[in-house]
């Protein structure tokens, strides 16, 4: 059973550049959360995003955007990169529809931001 | 904000019970008590969750107290991969976001 998967593992990028990350979600699940984790911190709610709609959102900036595919794979995007976005970013995924909807969220492993 | 509150370390000696504490003492009615832990630079792990009545799977049980203010994780035979930060959580299902605390950094000594 394929768990919640995350591209890349790593990665760097300087002020004001741009960047995408992916998430694939566990196998059966339809949901895709995203978090910010600072180091030392808790993770921090970015959005949610289901039937490729963004469901909620936290306290994030519009800098902060993303995408939910047919296949319910998510990408997050962040725009004009601030030394403040370096950060664990986490997706976690859960099922919402159905009768035998299961609203735990299964988190990847994360995609660790360096942002010089 | 957080609705709960834990200590922030615990120690617990390996192949004893580690028992974590949690309260959450404005839990509403239709709110659910799930635990995550967050081994170092991973994503955090599902354990458990429960409403009123106690729970158990294979990584753990969860206590909840009768007025469900308050709750226990219990790790019955730590070891030492059980050190993590563990987080204590109070969540409405179909509620889209996880609002995490500091959590308790459990350190199991050999």
């Known amino acids: 059973d394929a768990g919640v998967t995350q591209s890349p593992t790593h990665l760097i990028k300087t002020r004001g550049q741009q960047v995408t990350l992916r998430c694939s979600p566990k196998?059966?699940?339809?949901?895709v959360s995203w978090y910010q984790q600072a180091l030392g911190q808790g993770p921090q709610f970015i959005f949610q995003?289901?039937?490729?709609?963004?469901?909620q959102r936290g306290n994030f900036p519009d800098r902060f955007s993303g995408h939910q595919f047919p296949n319910y794979s998510s990408e997050l995007n962040v725009n004009a990169l601030l030394l403040g976005d370096s950060a664990l970013y986490l997706c976690?995924?859960?099922?919402?529809?159905?009768?035998?909807?299961?609203?735990?969220?299964?988190f990847g492993p994360g995609t660790r931001l360096l942002v010089l | 904000d957080a609705k709960t509150t834990q200590p922030p370390s615990m120690d617990c000696a390996e192949g004893r019970a580690a028992n974590l504490p949690c309260n959450h003492s404005?839990?509403?009615?239709?709110?659910?008590v799930y635990w995550y832990r967050q081994i170092h630079s991973q994503g955090p792990q599902y354990i458990i969750h429960g409403l009123k009545n106690n729970e158990t799977n294979e990584m753990a049980s969860l206590i909840i107290t009768e007025d469900r203010k308050s709750s226990t994780l219990i790790l019955p035979h730590a070891t030492l991969r059980d050190t993590a930060v563990y987080y204590c959580?109070?969540?409405?299902?179909?509620?889209?976001?996880?609002?995490f605390g500091k959590g308790t950094r459990l350190h199991i000594l050999p």
């Open positions: 959580i109070v969540r409405v299902l179909r509620d889209d976001k996880i609002i």
């Open positions: 976690a995924s859960s099922l919402l529809s159905g009768r035998t909807f299961s609203e735990t969220q299964y």
């Open positions: 995003y289901y039937e490729e709609e963004e469901r």
């Open positions: 404005t839990i509403s009615g239709n709110e659910y």
């Open positions: 196998s059966g699940h339809d949901t």
